[in-house]
């Protein structure tokens, strides 16, 4: 009897989580609507927005030129390590760029947002909240959701894009530096051979469709967990982990569903 | 002076607040965070337009759920909360804001925006709700801060201020728009002795110089009784007791008594409720 009421105790809270789950996605899909709807205020007052752009894109530049700058470095030392075997070395501008456009750029560079920004706006919002300041402002009839979230998010849509465009530049740039200038690549070889390969609508285009899907997910993520955190400093720092954790898994469960829809087999 | 829930409160007769002349009314008001627990059951009150009503009771009995209730922060689950004869439950989006936007409410935190300087945290309601050119905005946010003595912090953030001084920041806000109803929850708390009286006075003019319907939640009896019109007390999510200040000063009512005193033994217990201190330590 003890064992049948601990399997039904089992199966309750597989149940009750799956619910709360259900119910917290149901959430997250009306308060997107929600910034939706409120999002007039934020573009017919730029200063908001512009001013959010700095906090999330801006600040973040550091952690993702530096990544970005690392990472093609790495690239071009490990894909040296596997072209010499076929004698392609030349083809390392494409490998590393490839690499970048349509993956490492949009990918790492969202992770990078969540973690930097994504969870600033959690956090701040979540504080927001703590300190009554979000419900100063309802009192205020100042809606919080358009003068305090829909900037936040929509610098967030605006500013990841932007950060992995500039990732895969600085990343590419990192291959060069070691391709060529460290091991010897023939530069010529190394950006004639990526400027043929790399095709604008199929390679670029792609990578920037997923940076943008990124982008969506993961400051609706971060708005979402800081305006439904409870409202103690256990509250925001749980919160702020779920965006972190959240978004990463998003970020790589939503890159394999577009890659599966962008996968044309090698055919340009 | 009224007896809200038994008829044998010694009360000295005081008008009480006329129905036909409210500007706040709660009718049968009962609400609760959850079902199990309710915080409102059944409270009624009325504040009269241009009166200033304190409402006390101990930590937890639901004084500023009322004026959550007051601003739509919170749904009634039964009864009426009338603001100039309308159901602040059956508002729409709009009228809610055009409500919200005739009152200030004073936070018990204060709730300045942390990501503002002072000034721009005052200069704010009048940025978002208004047209007014920013030189007019300058000297309105200016008239503020000096009402509440902090002109000169004016350019300071909200973390260089001390409890107090952020109180009167916040006050400053909150009368921004010279709202015609103005809720205070516990203006008070934290407030150096020069300051409290000046806090004091200063709502008692505010009041009386804008005609402002206001209501204080606080446990300050004795800056309350200086400068209020009328004082509900709650106990365990019902009025109690009501009364003008001379009636309660001279009630003998056995919870009056021990609130005004501070009496640790009385109708309102100290203790949360738990086991016998034996049991617990056995």
């Known amino acids: ?268 | 002076m009224h007896s809200a829930s038994s008829n044998e409160r010694n009360f000295a007769s005081t008008p009480q607040p006329t129905d036909a002349s409210a500007h706040i009314e709660l009718r049968e008001v009962s609400f609760g965070y959850t079902p199990e627990r309710q915080i409102l059951s059944g409270v009624n009150l009325t504040v009269p337009r241009g009166k200033l009503v304190a409402v006390m009771g101990g930590s937890g009995c639901g004084k500023t759920t009322i004026l959550r209730l007051l601003c739509g922060q919170h749904v009634a689950s039964s009864g009426q909360v009338l603001v100039e004869g309308k159901d602040v439950a059956h508002m729409s989006r709009d009228e809610l804001f055009a409500h919200r936007r005739k009152l200030g409410m004073l936070f018990q935190f204060g709730a300045l925006f942390t990501d503002m300087s002072v000034f721009e945290n005052i200069a704010f309601p009048m940025r978002e709700h208004t047209d007014l050119p920013e030189a007019v905005i300058r000297d309105l946010v200016l008239l503020k801060l000096n009402a509440v003595g902090l002109r000169g912090a004016a350019q300071l953030r909200p973390s260089e201020l001390s409890g107090g001084m952020a109180r009167r920041v916040a006050l400053a806000r909150t009368i921004a728009l010279d709202p015609s109803l103005v809720l205070y929850d516990e203006p008070f708390a934290g407030l150096d002795p020069i300051s409290l009286s000046v806090v004091g006075q200063m709502i008692r003019k505010l009041n009386d110089a804008l005609g402002m319907t206001s209501i204080l939640v606080t446990h300050d009896i004795a800056e309350s009784l200086k400068i209020v019109d009328y004082i509900y007390f709650i106990s365990e999510g019902r009025v109690v007791a009501e009364g003008d200040v001379e009636s309660i000063k001279a009630s003998t009512d056995p919870f009056v008594k021990q609130f005004v005193n501070g009496e640790p033994d009385g109708p309102v217990r100290f203790h949360y409720p738990a086991v016998a201190l034996e049991e617990a330590f056995r």
């Not at chain 1, 490492?104 to 979540?126: D, K, Y």
Request: proline residues 3%; without cysteine.
């Open chain 1, 1 to 268: 009897m003890n064992f049948l009421a601990k399997i039904a105790d089992w199966f309750r809270s597989i149940g009750t989580a799956t619910r709360n789950g259900i119910t917290r996605l149901g959430f997250a899909t009306r308060f997107f609507w929600a910034i939706v709807r409120a999002s007039g205020p934020t573009f017919m007052r730029p200063r908001l927005l512009i001013r959010e752009i700095y906090h999330a894109g801006v600040l973040s530049l550091v952690i993702v030129l530096m990544s970005g700058l690392f990472i093609g470095m790495v690239l071009a030392l490990q894909g040296y390590e596997t072209l010499v075997r076929f004698g392609a070395t030349e083809a390392m501008g494409v490998l590393v760029a490839l690499s970048l456009v349509r993956e490492l750029g949009p990918v790492v560079a969202g992770l990078l947002f969540a973690s930097r920004a994504g969870s600033a706006m959690t956090a701040e919002i979540g504080l927001m909240k703590t300190t009554e300041q979000l419900a100063a402002m309802d009192v205020m009839a100042i809606d919080p959701v358009a003068r305090v979230v829909a900037p936040r998010f929509w610098a967030g849509v605006i500013s990841l894009p932007l950060l992995a465009a500039i990732f895969s530049m600085l990343g590419i740039y990192g291959g060069f530096l070691v391709g060529v200038k460290l091991i010897g690549i023939d530069g010529g070889a190394f950006w004639g051979q990526m400027q043929v390969a790399v095709d604008w609508r199929n390679d670029v285009m792609n990578g920037v469709i997923k940076s943008v899907v990124f982008a969506f997910a993961v400051s609706l993520i971060a708005v979402f967990e800081g305006y439904d955190a409870t409202p103690t400093a256990e509250g925001v720092s749980a919160a702020t982990t779920r965006t972190v954790v959240t978004s990463a898994l998003a970020i790589l469960a939503l890159d394999f569903v577009l890659t599966v829809f962008m996968f044309r087999g090698g055919v340009n």
